[in-house]
């Protein structure tokens, strides 16, 4: 096979210089562009730190929502404001508060008065939705402007962005707290109207005085109401937020006038004023009158006290404090001052009668020199009374001592020293108490005989001035009588025993007067309400009604003689007041007039304790007595309260009677939420269109109506010819009533009545124990009784008691001889009969040692 021969390459020959190719064409280099680069960097970096703070703008917000407070319950919100009780005159009698604050809702605020504080605060308040971008946007440049110059920096917060930090975030100087504080402003904006909001930075915002809220201001600054208020005291008002004590008109009052012009032009501005109500109102000088405290009822203490505890018991404490209630009260101030001072009279007339000299306060150690220092140290003892001095004895002679105090014309004048001289013979009741046990009466010794029996020097005591002793009409004074001494004084001591008295209207029940000791100052501890005493024969109209009820008239006889009662203790013998007994038959009537015990357990056996115990508690004076006779003779235990109601239930036909102290209770916005009256009224809101009102009566009828008259006729005679004589002595009124006094003398009552008031007294010691021999309720309660009841009748016409229909009058003749008009269940007029002796089997247990009350 043949094959080719291998191809021979030709040699490379390099070109020739002259005959090289021309070179390639230079590569066009792009455009040079300055910025294009750096501001597409620019973009994208932009970008990624929008993005980036968009990012952290929503961790931030995410951050700041998880951080915020609850603001929804503002739509409820109700700051605290104090609680004021009323008399029943409309005079303040208290202020309970935890702190002092007054509450006015929206719709009782001026209309000028907000718009004074929208232009000075926050102009678009009705157009913006939280935050004012505009006002933001001022603000910024404004303290561009004024950066450097030392001024205050120019904030831009809204009325709602206020309302947002005082309530909510606080006040704390930080860019966070403004956040959270613009971002709750627009959630409130959304969540509450704006009348809502502007009610809540009216009462809350603090304007210097120690006020909080425009109507707190008002009064601090000006002693007004807001409706008293005039245009340029609005505008002075509108004027304080920004900074209070910079423009307090009494230490900066230009600044004041300045500030308060400047909201006038911001008002004018705003056209809610016109230019000449500015002009005249800048001409008013701002005049300040600093607040003074409301003047209360300086009596009723302890009828106080029991409304307050009463409002706790109803609405709680912090509604009571704080919740801004109006309480309207029963209390007559007048007859409730005039019962302090017939009780305070008549445990005087008993402590000088029965107490004795318990001597001085406390010891001078430094004698009688420099009495005035000495003095000064000792505190006012509690429950001295307004007109007595505490003195010191600086010279004591056989027959009078002088003595030295100080007075002042008011608290801030200084002490001026008076002196005057105690007589002996005004001291006969001064005799020294001697040591006595247990429940024994006080035992005195004699009467002093020369000064240093009853002062020393240095004793530190309380006196009063002597009145001046008038001479009697028409009446000569002796001759060569010793001209009176004007710098007599008289020695005076706080009684240890003590009373209680309560006066209230029985047809509604309304307590008038109450008075729960010798002073509220000395022991708040009320003796009317809370404190449980065995009433003693004032409890004995609870049998006779029981008879009566069942139809007894009451000329039925009974026997007036012993009474032997086998009991598991051994044999009850009760007997009468003094231990004796006449021994024959004697009307109801003239049992319960003479307060005859004797008889009154007869009664009781004859209509059963089961019946007598269910009318104590139906009367609401004894709740689950004990079926014992001895509790026939009053042996259980009652309050003065409980005694006044019961008893009103005689005089208003058989009705039964709640007492209460308070008429109406009102929130802070007027509305009634709770009354006390228990009648309904058909017609009261349907106004003038709606004709005469109808009041129905929904008490409780818990007596029959005659039996209920005819006690209260025998209660008239009690008063006429009993034991109660000296309650209606020289009244010449209707008046009934019956004396009550338990076992040694312990406890003094009387409790009566007219037909429109009903009154109840209690003598006694807080730790019982005799009160002495012959001191019953006829010598000790029932005076307090006749003063209390002259002053509740002062100027009312004499009005009789009032018959129920279907009574039968029967002028009958007494025991004794006299002729009255009995009253007559119809058809028992001549039903009395003479009564068998008790048998044997109607005895009934009774506790032996509660026995012998009269």
């Not at 002092?100 to 939705?129: C, G, K, M, T, Y």
């Not at 206020?162 to 971002?183: I, P």
């Not at 029959?704 to 000296?726: C, E, K, M, N, Y």
């Amino acid at each position: 096979m043949n094959t080719p021969p291998p191809a021979i390459e030709a040699p490379v020959v390099p070109p020739r210089p002259d005959k090289l190719a021309p070179p390639p064409p230079p590569k066009k280099r792009p455009p040079f562009r300055l910025f294009g680069g750096f501001i597409r960097s620019l973009f994208i970096l932009a970008a990624v730190l929008a993005l980036g703070g968009a990012v952290a703008a929503y961790g931030l917000y995410r951050s700041l929502e998880a951080g915020l407070p609850d603001y929804r319950w503002l739509a409820d919100y109700s700051p605290p404001q104090m609680s004021r009780i009323y008399a029943g005159d409309s005079r303040l009698m208290a202020e309970l508060a935890a702190e002092r604050r007054v509450f006015v809702p929206i719709e009782a605020i001026p209309r000028r008065l907000q718009q004074a504080f929208i232009s000075a605060e926050d102009q678009n308040f009705e157009s913006h939705h939280g935050v004012d971008p505009a006002a933001v946007i001022r603000a910024i440049i404004t303290n561009i402007e004024q950066y450097g110059t030392g001024r205050r920096m120019v904030g831009a917060s809204t009325i709602t962005q206020q309302v947002a930090k005082n309530m909510l975030v606080g006040s704390d100087r930080t860019v966070l707290r403004k956040a959270r504080e613009a971002l709750l402003a627009i959630r409130l904006e959304n969540a509450l109207p704006k009348s809502r909001i502007l009610e809540i930075y009216l009462n809350e915002i603090f304007l210097g005085a120690q006020a909080y809220g425009v109507a707190a201001a008002a009064q601090a600054y000006f002693n007004k109401s807001l409706e008293e208020l005039s245009l340029s005291e609005m505008a002075f008002l509108a004027a304080l937020p920004k900074a209070p004590n910079n423009y307090n008109p009494l230490r900066f009052p230009e600044q004041a006038r300045i500030r308060r012009n400047w909201v006038l032009e911001r008002m004018v501005d705003d056209r809610v004023i016109t230019a000449e109500e500015a002009a005249t109102a800048r001409a008013e000088t701002i005049l300040a009158r600093p607040f003074r405290r409301p003047e209360v009822v300086p009596v009723g203490g302890h009828f106080t006290e029991d409304v307050r505890r009463e409002l706790i018991s109803r609405f709680g404490q912090e509604q009571t404090q704080g919740g801004g209630l109006v309480v309207r009260t029963s209390l007559d101030p007048a007859l409730q001052a005039a019962t302090e001072v017939a009780l305070r009279n008549g445990l005087l007339a008993f402590d000088r009668r029965r107490g004795g000299w318990r001597g001085p306060l406390a010891k001078s150690a430094h004698g009688a020199t420099e009495w005035l220092p000495a003095l000064e140290a000792f505190g006012r003892p509690p429950g001295m009374l307004p007109e007595w001095r505490q003195a010191v004895v600086i010279e004591l002679r056989e027959r009078d001592a002088r003595v030295g105090w100080f007075e002042r014309a008011n608290p801030r004048a200084p002490a001026e020293p008076r002196t005057g001289t105690i007589l002996l013979e005004d001291l006969a009741w001064a005799r020294p108490v001697l040591p006595s046990q247990g429940i024994q009466p006080v035992r005195l010794g004699n009467p002093p005989r020369r000064m240093s029996d009853v002062l020393a020097l240095g004793d530190v005591v309380m006196v009063e001035p002597a009145p001046a002793a008038a001479p009697a009409a028409g009446a000569t004074p002796p001759r060569n009588a010793p001209a009176p001494r004007a710098d007599r004084v008289l020695l005076r001591q706080i009684p240890d025993v003590e009373g209680a008295v309560v006066a209230l209207d029985p047809n509604t029940g309304r307590v008038l007067a109450m008075a729960g000791g010798w002073s509220f100052e000395r022991s708040q501890f009320n003796r009317a309400s809370q404190a449980l005493r065995q009433p003693g024969s004032s409890f004995k109209p609870y049998v006779y009604i029981s008879a009566l009820e069942q139809g007894i008239p009451p000329n039925q006889r009974f026997l007036d003689g012993g009474v032997e009662i086998a009991t598991p203790q051994g044999v009850w013998r009760p007997g009468n007041y003094g231990g004796g007994s006449s021994g024959g038959y004697v009307t109801m009537r003239n049992a319960l007039e003479r307060s005859l015990n004797l008889v009154t357990v007869r009664i009781a056996q004859e209509v059963g304790m089961d019946r007598v115990s269910e009318t104590a508690a139906r009367f609401g004076v004894i709740e689950n007595m004990p079926r014992f006779l001895s509790m026939s003779l009053g042996a259980g235990e009652t309050t003065v309260l409980r005694q006044a109601a019961a008893y009103a239930s005689f005089v208003n036909g058989g009705k039964r009677v709640e007492p209460t102290l308070i008429d109406s209770v009102q929130d802070q916005r007027g509305r009634v939420i709770w009354r006390s009256s228990n009648r309904d009224c058909a017609g009261c809101s349907s106004g003038p269109e709606g004709g005469p009102p109808r009041f129905t009566d929904n008490r409780r009828q818990i007596a029959d109506p005659i039996a209920a008259f005819q006690i209260t006729s025998i209660l008239q005679g009690a008063v006429q010819r009993g034991t109660g004589a000296r309650a209606g002595a020289g009244l010449n009124r209707p008046v009934a009533g019956k004396t009550g006094t338990t076992d040694d003398y312990k406890d003094n009552w009387f409790v009566g009545f007219t037909p429109d008031i009903v009154i109840a007294v209690w003598v006694g010691y807080d730790d019982p124990r005799s009160l002495g021999q012959g001191e019953t309720g006829g010598t000790n309660a029932a005076p307090i009784f006749r003063e209390v009841l002259a002053a509740a009748l002062q100027g009312s016409p004499a009005v009789p008691f009032r018959a129920p229909p279907g009574v039968a009058l029967v002028r009958i003749q007494t025991d004794r001889g006299e002729t009255i008009l009995e009253a007559f269940r119809p058809g028992t007029e001549n039903s009395a009969t003479m009564p068998t002796e008790m048998g044997s089997g109607a005895a009934a247990r009774v506790d032996s040692g509660l026995g012998g009350l009269y």
